[in-house]
């Protein structure tokens, strides 16, 4: 069997982490189980990563660059700036509709890295980034539109991540997409009176 680089196993073995644990949990995702998914010897996720902690950093980065990249791609670049939030709000709202079970991963991580200090700070790298695209994108639709913002643009991000974050749950434990297109629409209505 050919050697393949650790560079090229690290994103394979990211993969698979996500694939099994978004499918049966974060307590399923051991290094065993991950090295099984992806058909590799358990030292090999040892190798590429050290420990399981910095899999799970790995994890949760890519998790947050891939719905951040989602969300970004989705900008408008030429809408009112009502419309470029809407577009944002609709844009994310559709990664946890098309992928609840990322969402779910994302908010187990969180949970677990609450209480594991070596995870801790991929927590809040996690929020950080989230909140600094959210903060830029409000500024950029701002700048780009000639609205003059209310609150600063960090504090208007801030309260949107958290009713999106708080309508995220509600839909991953009592489904009601009725109720949650109402809310999100309240979500933004509110956000947009806030800027």
Same mark, same amino acid.
């Given at each position: ?27 399923a /995702? ?5 090295? #099984? ?10 190798? &590429?990563?050290? &420990?399981?902690?910095?899999?799970y ?33 609709? #844009?994310?709202?559709h &990664?946890?509709?098309?992928?609840p ?14 209480? &594991? ?25 701002a ?6 913002l ?12 958290a009713?999106?974050? /708080?309508?995220t ?8 997409e009725?109720?949650e297109?109402?809310?999100?629409r309240?979500?933004v209505? #509110?956000?947009?009176?806030? #800027?």
């Amino acid at each position: 069997m050919a050697h393949v680089s650790a560079a090229e196993r690290r994103p394979q073995l990211i993969k698979a982490a996500i694939g099994l644990m978004a499918r049966e949990g974060v307590a399923a /995702g051991s290094t065993r189980a991950i090295a #099984a998914e992806l058909g590799v010897a358990q030292a090999t996720v040892h190798y &590429t990563f050290g &420990t399981k902690e910095e899999l799970y950093r790995a994890v949760m980065e890519q998790l947050t660059h891939d719905l951040i990249d989602q969300v970004s791609q989705a900008a408008p670049t030429d809408a009112s700036f009502e419309d470029t939030i809407v577009t944002l709000a609709e #844009a994310l709202w559709h &990664t946890v509709l098309e992928q609840p079970a990322s969402h779910q991963l994302l908010n187990e991580l969180g949970s677990f890295a609450l209480r &594991t200090p070596h995870l801790s700070e991929a927590l809040q790298n996690h929020y950080s980034e989230a909140l600094a695209v959210t903060t830029k994108l409000i500024k950029q639709a701002a700048e780009r539109t000639g609205h003059r913002l209310g609150q600063p643009a960090e504090t208007i991000a801030k309260f949107f991540l958290a009713g999106f974050d /708080g309508l995220t749950m509600q839909h991953l434990a009592l489904p009601d997409e009725e109720a949650e297109r109402v809310c999100l629409r309240s979500l933004v209505s #509110a956000v947009l009176a806030m #800027a």
